[in-house]
């Protein structure tokens, strides 16, 4: 065996061990898929040849020639997928166009090549084995495989790339490339052709392309030597919606999660003016952090915080890089934080509020009963005399006076007694507690405020205890409960869940009524926002529920229940939590 044999042999190895690599790294990439497949045609090419150079006769050195084909003559179209996943704006539309059509006529190329001896006539023989005798007809053959290396470096040769900012990087990958695969073709088909005996240095192409990609798998994690991977995985970690636009501001790329925010596929995104999606804003300038509207195409306007800078490449603007951050979870920590604000303003206000009323309210109370006690007396006697009988009957009038007056004291008593309670919502001594038999408890104190047709179904499962205060949890559940019973309909039904969720217990509560419009939803749990007719409640009943269950370490949610109706959700964790400060 001459050694020659051993440069196709290594590339052979080099090759299927790359491929392998490369598919097994991540199959889901089209450049690892794409550039595996390359490598998988490049190891049957060398394979081949290591066989025909090691043939006993003329005829099996020209068959293993011929069924070489099916390795390189994928070269073409496989060159130019590839290339265009890697810069498809750098590939020319009618090449794009052109691909599915040489994909198709590739097999053609193909079982030509293979059936016929109408492009290998035979094979003769070299020093280092046999070498190929070729027709005339393998120039079209040649020329379809010299197109892709041909496009590639002619641009970046005569300083006429796509991409002007990326003709250091981008473009020595292209003059190697495209190099070394004219090379490989003049050594392997051109110099045969005509007669010429030399060495076939293809597979060493081969092996320097293999090495090349094993080196950027090693370096970047990728399986082709490219930047432009590394920095598409860059920009799709970006929590922000990231765009390249053209002079013309369309956008050339895009990261993911700008596609996500505009709700479209990302290249659905690929040559979309940017002003569709962001009107207003200027595209010439640098901008930082300025407050737009983002507007997708299938879907509502939201704010977006809008950046902008220029490219610049040997001091020339080539394009615009753009930011989008979406607001929508920076309004609703603004909002929770006021509503937060709020609570705790209202928590200072009722310890100094209550300890100020409760005294005065104590005493017109027991007044108004000693008060109502003393007419009654007087109405008693006033009521045995017949000249006093208009006397009884003011009396009487005096006494009703004095009931809605005690009636009135009851009810500032009511709202003192929320008020404290909200301003200590879920502080009390903690033990362990079954939330079925809390539950149970708050249906029995609520039972007399449900109506007599309104049905309660419960639906327990076994639940571990937990460590909680009691009473403030009976206090949500009773808000709860009370809640729903005023919601249900006359024959309606009430239905009380419980169920271990992973580390947490979920409790509902749930009503067959007409729900909470949209525009009460939002503002449910904020204190003192309430529906009831004035005299009938102090919306305070939600929002201390709500900071009960938070300072439990759990949250308390409430939405649409599905035929009508509403739901609301306590979820509570079964281990200790830290109380909230």
């Known amino acids: 065996m001459h050694p020659y044999v051993l440069i196709p042999l290594a590339a052979c190895v080099i090759a299927f061990a790359v491929a392998g690599a490369a598919w097994a790294r991540d199959p889901k990439r089209p450049a690892n898929r794409i550039s595996a497949l390359l490598m998988i045609g490049s190891g049957w090419w060398s394979l081949c040849e290591v066989v025909w150079n090691l043939a006993g006769s003329a005829q099996e050195a020209a068959f293993f020639t011929r069924i070489s084909s099916l390795g390189f003559l994928w070269f073409g179209p496989l060159g130019v997928h590839l290339h265009a996943v890697m810069d498809r704006d750098a590939v020319p539309r009618p090449l794009l166009r052109a691909l599915p059509w040489a994909y198709r006529v590739t097999p053609l190329f193909i079982a030509c090549y293979i059936l016929s001896d109408g492009f290998v006539a035979g094979a003769r023989q070299a020093p280092w084995g046999w070498t190929p005798v070729f027709t005339t007809a393998v120039i079209p053959v040649t020329l379809w495989l010299a197109a892709y290396p041909s496009w590639?470096?002619?641009?970046?040769?005569?300083?006429?790339?796509?991409?002007?900012?990326?003709?250091?990087?981008r473009g020595s990958i292209r003059i190697l490339a495209g190099g070394l695969g004219v090379v490989a073709l003049v050594t392997e088909v051109l110099l045969p052709a005509l007669g010429v005996l030399f060495p076939r240095i293809g597979s060493a192409i081969v092996s320097l392309g293999a090495l090349a990609v094993f080196l950027g798998l090693y370096r970047y994690g990728y399986a082709v030597v490219t930047p432009r991977g590394l920095a598409h995985e860059l920009l799709d970690a970006f929590p922000d919606g990231v765009a390249l636009l053209r002079f013309d501001g369309r956008i050339r790329s895009a990261n993911a999660n700008l596609a996500r925010l505009a709700g479209l596929p990302r290249p659905g995104l690929r040559g979309l003016r940017f002003s569709e999606l962001v009107p207003g804003v200027p595209l010439d300038s640098v901008v930082e952090a300025q407050q737009a509207r983002f507007e997708p195409p299938g879907g509502g306007p939201f704010p977006v915080s809008f950046s902008a800078s220029l490219l610049r490449a040997e001091g020339e603007v080539v394009g615009t890089v753009v930011a989008v951050r979406d607001l929508r979870p920076v309004l609703q920590l603004r909002s929770r934080l006021v509503i937060t604000g709020r609570l705790a303003a209202v928590g200072e206000m009722a310890a100094s509020i209550t300890h100020e009323i409760n005294n005065p309210i104590a005493f017109v109370r027991t007044n108004m009963g000693l008060l109502d006690s003393h007419l009654e007396r007087i109405a008693k006697v006033a009521a045995l005399v017949?000249?006093?009988?208009?006397?009884?009957?003011d009396l009487g009038a005096a006494r009703e006076t004095v009931e809605d007056t005690v009636r009135g004291a009851d009810r500032l008593i009511d709202i003192v007694r929320d008020v404290r309670s909200f301003s200590g919502a879920g502080h009390g001594e903690r033990e362990a507690a079954d939330l079925n038999q809390l539950c149970e408890e708050a249906l029995r104190v609520?039972?007399?405020?449900?109506?007599?047709?309104?049905?309660?179904?419960?639906?327990?499962?076994?639940?571990?205890?937990?460590?909680?205060?009691?009473?403030?949890?009976?206090q949500v559940f009773l808000n709860l409960l009370t809640n729903a019973a005023q919601a249900a309909p006359s024959d309606g039904t009430i239905r009380v869940?419980?169920?271990?969720?992973?580390?947490?217990?979920?409790?509902?509560?749930?009503?067959?009524g007409e729900g909470i419009p949209a525009s009460v939803m939002e503002h449910i749990f904020d204190p003192f926002f309430t529906t009831k007719p004035v005299g009938e409640g102090t919306g305070l009943g939600l929002a201390i529920s709500r900071e009960i269950i938070a300072d439990h370490g759990g949250d308390l949610r409430v939405g649409p229940r599905e035929g009508g109706g509403t739901v609301f959700a306590v979820r509570m964790p079964i281990g200790p939590r830290e109380e909230a400060g």
Do not use: H, N
């Open 152 to 169: 590639v470096m002619l641009p970046v040769i005569l300083g006429r790339s796509s991409a002007p900012f990326a003709q250091r990087g």
């Open 386 to 393: 017949p000249e006093l009988e208009d006397l009884a009957k």
């Open 497 to 512: 869940t419980s169920a271990v969720d992973g580390d947490w217990i979920l409790v509902t509560v749930q009503d067959d």
């Open 446 to 474: 609520s039972l007399p405020r449900i109506p007599r047709g309104v049905r309660v179904v419960r639906e327990y499962e076994d639940l571990p205890p937990i460590p909680c205060a009691p009473r403030a949890v009976v």
